[in-house]
């Protein structure tokens, strides 16, 4: 089959760690040319070094998704560098549940997650478009959530902005046809990502987990303590109670190895074992 991903110019936001590390390790190990951008300099110049290590190419640019200026020059690198921008992932995102009840305690990280999570895809795209536009395609990928699919309780401000994601990401689609595709990708709990250290309040994760709020509980302890039965961690059974990160990631890359006229437009990826409930 055509490799559609060997020679591509790939930026991707919050590339230190999470979906971001994965996709940036497994697309340059394909042939691509992967700009790492991340708030954390040091995170994003190792994978950098070992993506180089590894005999592939890859570059790293400190920025922080919440300022335009940020990512626009993180996009610029990889026009100075490559010539162009053919993906760019929106993947830096942080997850503060809380209940409403909780607003004082929650307040400053739900203004830093609208900011990250809702006006940081925005720059990505804002930035990424004119190159994309100018050039006649381009491809922009846009991390959601199943949280973005409904409202539920304890996650009204972090789903709202997975909602606008998708909003976004279908207006987007509409305006850039024929030029620019696009592709939504919403991960059901994956908790090894580390995305689960912004959580503000555990219990607000009954929105997502319903009836199944004290049997995932229980399989997150026993997890951490090595306890779980291993099979129920083999994505070879049915009963596959915990998705890794890396089918996210495999996610993420099948979107991009695709020819130009076709567009995965929309996924989500869950274990079959899984809790959640929306």
């Given amino acids: 089959m055509a490799d559609h991903i060997a020679g591509k110019t790939i930026v991707i936001t919050g590339a230190g760690s999470g979906f971001g590390r994965l996709v940036a390790e497994g697309t340059a190990a394909r042939g691509a040319k992967v700009v790492c951008g991340d708030i954390n300099l040091e995170a994003i110049e190792t994978v950098v070094e070992g993506i180089r290590a590894a005999g592939g190419e890859a570059s790293a640019v400190r920025a922080d998704v919440t300022k335009l200026g940020d990512v626009r020059a993180l996009v610029q690198a990889a026009l100075d560098g490559h010539g162009a921008i053919d993906v760019m992932i929106n993947n830096a995102g942080t997850m503060p549940l809380a209940f409403i009840a909780d607003h004082e305690a929650a307040y400053e990280a739900w203004d830093r997650c609208i900011d990250i999570n809702f006006k940081g895809v925005l720059n990505g795209i804002v930035a990424a478009f004119d190159p994309m536009m100018a050039q006649g395609r381009g491809h922009v990928i846009n991390l959601s959530s199943i949280y973005g699919n ?68 229980d399989m997150v302890m026993q997890m951490q303590t090595g306890m779980f039965p291993a099979e129920r961690l083999d994505p070879a059974n049915v009963d596959y109670a915990s998705l890794a990160p890396q089918y996210i990631a495999e996610a993420i890359i099948h979107a991009i190895d695709q020819p130009w006229g076709v567009s995965i437009a929309d996924v989500t990826v869950r274990a079959a074992g899984d809790h959640f409930i929306i």
């Fill in 150 to 217: 409904h409202p539920v309780v304890g996650a009204a401000v972090y789903g709202a902005t997975k909602s606008a994601v998708n909003f976004m990401s279908e207006s987007l689609r509409v305006e850039g046809r024929g030029k620019i595709k696009v592709t939504v990708i919403k991960p059901t709990g994956v908790p090894v990502t580390g995305l689960g250290a912004t959580v503000v309040n555990r219990d607000a994760g009954i929105g997502i987990l319903g009836q199944n709020m004290s049997i995932f509980t």
